[in-house]
């Protein structure tokens, strides 16, 4: 089987590395990849939203398989487009990829079938919504209706910054929902569908501030471990019990049967596990603390999704824990200098059997390997503990020469 993975960040290199090992695997392509992937694939100069670009390297290469990484190609419609051109895709199509495109459409999905959520409002209009927030008073959480990068979501503790971030959040779009916040411990959890039945994966935790205990802004994530201590076996049945089944049986419902990974981004509250939002694709960077503990073919188990036979499927795990420490140029989130060279990487990894480092932002000029993005290397550990897994990521994370980079040193404090 020929297959080509989509995007270009350390999600994508653990996803060609899981596939690689796959004996169903014949050829791996990546577009457009980086320099970790292109150990593992041939990588095509392709951007991952070039709808057209995809399917004429599709054709060129024989593809049979397709795996969407990021959230963008898959609001556009890539899967439909592959589809059609009798091209078999993992991910949901257009209008099932609506969970995470638009968030005004999954909170009003949760409150027509009953999946507990925040209670939020909907807003099409700013002065609207600022009517809303003097009434009703805050704090209230401002989010973008589409897609911001993860950009798109304040939680402003007063009327006057509420009011601000209404109309900054409409930057990514006219539409936006507020919601009241929830109360508890902030989880991941992951399912395969196949339209109808889904199959639960595994749970994380991440970073998503820069700095150490959780501080300053928001970024893509920082780091991740996985399994999350908090999200117990119970609270898990209670997730697939009441929301990741009733949504995949709304969706069926409302004509937009979901095919894919659905990630739920969960808070657990006194009252049960509420849902916060859905995406549509793996994680970055849960994907790699994911994938680590798989003992089982991941490819089948994405050809099945798409296939639609699930049912019955089963995936073995490794008892230990992964966590991933994030290696970020300087600067970021914000703007980052590029160029930056990388050295002693593999050194670093050949230290350490349990430990595994897949590229998020990086290239190849001439011999030397070099920064190329905000979230540039990702350093994965396994082992018995949370404590012994971010001893082995660090231990590693000491060992790669980049100056010009840096790291939370505290990734994995809520499980300790």
């Given at each position: 089987m020929r297959v080509l993975v989509v995007g270009s960040g350390g999600r994508e290199h653990a996803l060609c590395w899981s596939i690689a090992a796959s004996p169903l695997c014949d050829a791996l392509f990546c577009a457009p990849g980086n320099a970790g992937i292109a150990e593992e694939a041939i990588?095509?100069?392709?951007?991952?939203?070039?709808?057209?670009?995809?399917?004429?390297?599709?054709?060129?290469?024989?593809?049979?398989?397709?795996?969407?990484?990021?959230?963008?190609?898959?609001?556009?419609?890539l899967?439909?487009?592959?589809?059609?051109?009798?091209?078999?895709?993992?991910?949901?199509?257009?209008?099932?990829?609506?969970?995470?495109?638009?968030?005004?459409?999954?909170?009003?999905?949760c409150a027509k079938y009953g999946i507990p959520t925040a209670p939020f409002r909907r807003f099409h209009d700013a002065g609207a919504a600022k009517d809303y927030v003097?009434?009703?008073?805050?704090?209230?959480?401002?989010?973008?209706?589409?897609?911001?990068?993860?950009?798109?979501?304040?939680?402003?503790?007063?009327?006057?910054?509420?009011?601000?971030?209404?109309?900054?959040?409409?930057?990514?779009?006219?539409?936006?929902v507020l919601e009241e916040i929830l109360i508890g411990e902030e989880a991941s959890f992951f399912a395969l569908v196949d339209g109808k039945d889904a199959l639960p994966l595994?749970?994380?935790?991440?970073?998503?501030?820069?700095?150490?205990?959780?501080?300053?802004?928001?970024?893509?994530?920082?780091?991740?471990?996985?399994?999350?201590?908090?999200l117990t076996p119970a609270l898990e049945e209670q997730v697939m019990a009441r929301i990741i089944k009733p949504t995949v049986a709304a969706m069926a419902a409302e004509g937009r049967p979901y095919k894919g990974v659905l990630y739920a981004g969960l808070m657990l509250t006194e009252e049960g596990a509420q849902l916060i939002e859905y995406n549509v694709r793996f994680g970055d960077p849960e994907c790699?603390?994911?994938?680590?503990?798989?003992?089982?073919?991941?490819?089948?188990?994405?050809?099945?999704?798409r296939d639609g036979v699930l049912e019955n499927f089963d995936l073995r795990w490794h008892e230990e824990f992964a966590l991933c420490v994030v290696l970020a140029a300087k600067g970021y989130p914000g703007e980052v200098a590029r160029g930056s060279e990388i050295c002693g990487l593999a050194e670093a990894a050949a230290c350490d059997p349990l430990v595994q480092i897949f590229h998020a932002g990086t290239k190849r000029i001439g011999d030397k390997l070099v920064a190329d993005g905000g979230r540039v290397l990702n350093v994965v550990a396994r082992g018995k503990t949370v404590a012994e897994a971010q001893a082995r990521a660090y231990a590693v994370?000491?060992?790669?020469?980049?100056?010009?980079?840096?790291c939370r040193r505290d990734i994995g404090w809520r499980a300790l």
């Open positions: 990588c095509a100069d392709v951007a991952a939203n070039d709808i057209d670009g995809l399917l004429a390297l599709c054709r060129a290469e024989r593809i049979d398989f397709v795996v969407v990484g990021p959230e963008t190609p898959l609001v556009l419609g899967v439909d487009r592959l589809e059609s051109q009798g091209i078999a895709a993992f991910g949901p199509t257009a209008a099932a990829a609506a969970l995470e495109g638009s968030k005004g459409f999954t909170k009003e999905l003097r009434q009703r008073g805050v704090p209230l959480v401002v989010k973008a209706d589409g897609l911001a990068a993860g950009k798109g979501v304040t939680v402003p503790q007063d009327i006057p910054a509420t009011l601000a971030a209404i109309d900054l959040t409409q930057r990514f779009g006219a539409d936006f595994a749970s994380a935790q991440d970073h998503k501030r820069v700095g150490e205990g959780d501080t300053g802004p928001n970024t893509g994530g920082m780091g991740a471990y996985s399994p999350a201590p908090c790699q603390v994911l994938l680590p503990r798989l003992k089982s073919d991941l490819l089948p188990a994405l050809i099945a999704a994370v000491d060992r790669i020469q980049w100056p010009e980079g840096f």
